[in-house]
């Protein structure tokens, strides 16, 4: 695992939008510094047995002119799944109390990542509140919306080949 980034006051990485907990999540005076990269390179581990494999966890606004930000899964001892007819997990932000603005952020070690997760839309959700003409990058963000948003874990998806994964 590794990282390179640069050093930001722990403030001035509260006052961006949706962390300004972040002081008290890492336990850090706001004049601390915090390393911060756009990419963390981390081996990837699979519960379905598959060799591990080198991912690159990428959160930065900027990735070849365009933002990325992606989804882990890590380990939490109850994740309280809800599974679909075909076996996808529908997810939505947790907010700390229901008024609040931004979804509530944790901090994670590093040695409880699992792999990274590929997330979609809940596009029938989506559409229903939006129309069908809209685009994930292109609706509204607001505390409502972050509110009502609805995600799927893509379980079609195969971060292995297919032998590895059986089944898919």
């Known amino acids: 695992m590794s990282t390179r980034g640069v050093r930001m006051a722990v403030g001035d990485l509260s006052a961006l939008p949706g962390l300004h907990d972040l002081p008290q999540l ?24 598959a060799d591990t494999r080198l991912q690159y966890l990428r959160a930065t606004p900027s990735f070849n002119g365009k933002p990325w ?3 882990v899964r890590y380990h939490a001892p109850d994740p309280g799944r809800v599974l679909t007819a075909h076996g996808c997990q529908r997810l939505a932000w947790h907010f700390e109390t229901s008024d609040a603005i931004w979804p509530a952020i944790e901090v994670v070690d590093i040695g409880r990542l699992r792999r990274l997760e590929n997330i979609v839309p809940d596009w029938r959700d989506l559409v229903d509140r939006h129309g069908l003409d809209v685009m994930p990058s292109k609706k509204q963000i607001s505390a409502a919306e972050y509110h009502q948003e609805r995600f799927f874990v893509n379980v079609f998806y195969p971060w292995t080949s297919r032998p590895a994964v059986g089944d898919l």
Not at 26 to 49: H, I, P, Q, S
């Open 69 to 71: 930000y992606d989804y």
């Open 26 to 49: 890492l336990e850090m005076d706001v004049a601390e510094c915090a390393a911060v990269a756009k990419t963390l390179k981390f081996y990837g581990r699979f519960e379905w047995g």
